[in-house]
């Protein structure tokens, strides 16, 4: 009886709306700040101060910089553009295509230590699960699963009984109708296996673009260094080796801008750019090219080759590594408009349906012998959310770009061509310094 109450209020608030109450997470109490604990990190941050224990009174004092409720517990910052900030500045859960720009995670040391030494992580997921995005997206399917359940339920227990003592002889010569809805689970049994190499193979292709995608922007990341730092050692002209590292910058951008959606980075895309190149023709051709990345490209050969060098044929190999930037390109290109091949994915999501739909008749089957029929709605709910949860992960890896944070990429690698396009003298100073 506990599980069953358990399982009915879970339902009921995977199936209320997004909106929770927020304020036991204090929005009134952020901050800005920078992250001076790592040296490599200069972007400012979003702290959002939250009691570990729920409900902050409001009672709390900020000792040394650290929010504390009434019982002296420490509160937790909450990273800027987090998921988790999200929700305390809407007061709602994001969840589907409006939570993904929200995944775009970067670790940091710290990140490492929370993730690694938190004692408490499975307490943790399991009170937070019914806030998550995906259990959110899979509400329309667990409801199907567990209304199927209850009407199994519902027929074999009640309705059944009660037709059968009223209408005995009616119920009799229909045949159809008099025998309770029920399944032998021995097909169930022999046909798991291969719903598991379907969901096991699927989630593994997804992944692997997930990797594919993020190996291609680290090589995308290292040659655009490369480039820059080449350029620097082989020439003396700051302003040539300058326009160079934004070159290199405005193709990463370029890339992002093409794998972005267009409703959410275009606007972004035409500030940034227009905002490092300023009144130069070269921003404005770039922006207003029908292919900004070939443009881009085209731009990008352009600086190099323009450089001031003793000796040219340096620049021989340092071409290699724009050749190396536009396979990582194609790389990009050909995951982003590539995806799994439907008919494998529609075969999946078909045969995961069939078996989840006709689950509760085997279950009512199996637990009837027990004296427990009515923990076929629990079973049913939990197995349904486990099962298409794996389907909807793969779903959400299929398209990478969209999760992982290629702006923080951009930053990194505009942070880095400013530093080695840096002069002599600017370094010279800076020692000194």
Known sequence: PLLLIVSAGALLAASQSSHIDVHAFSPSRHTTCNKVDDSRTTNSCLVLRTSSTGTNTGGGENNGGNNTNENGKSSKDVRAGSLMAATIETGKVPYGEQSRKYRRTVFRHGDWVEHRGSSSRVLANLQSMLFSGVVRQLRPQVLLISS??????????????????????????????????????????????????????????????????????????????????????????????????????????????????????????????????????????????????????KQLSTELHGLPVPDPKALIETDKSIIILGECTATCEKTYSSPVPLVYTRHTARFLSMWALLLPAALYSAFSDLGQAWAVLPASSVLAFFLFGVDELAMQLEEPFSILPMQAFCDQIKDAAETLAMSREDEELDDDT
């Open 148 to 297: 199927v359940a209850a009407i199994v339920l519902a027929w074999n227990l009640a309705l059944l009984p009660a037709l059968q003592s009223e209408y005995p002889e009616a119920m009799h010569d229909m045949q159809i109708l008099n025998n309770p809805i029920m399944l032998p689970p021995v097909p169930f049994t022999l046909s798991s296996p291969a719903l598991g190499l379907l969901l096991v193979f699927r989630t593994n292709a997804s992944y692997a673009r997930w990797m594919e995608a993020r190996n291609a922007w680290a090589r995308i990341i290292a040659h655009s260094r490369n480039l820059v730092r080449m350029g620097s050692v082989f020439s003396e002209d700051e302003q040539a080796v300058q326009s160079l590292g934004r070159a290199v910058w405005l193709y990463c951008r370029t890339v992002m801008n093409e794998l972005s959606s267009p409703e959410e980075d275009e606007l972004p895309y035409q500030e940034q750019v227009l905002k490092v190149y300023g009144d130069s023709v070269v921003g404005q051709r770039i922006v207003s090219a029908p292919d900004r990345t070939m443009a881009a490209w």
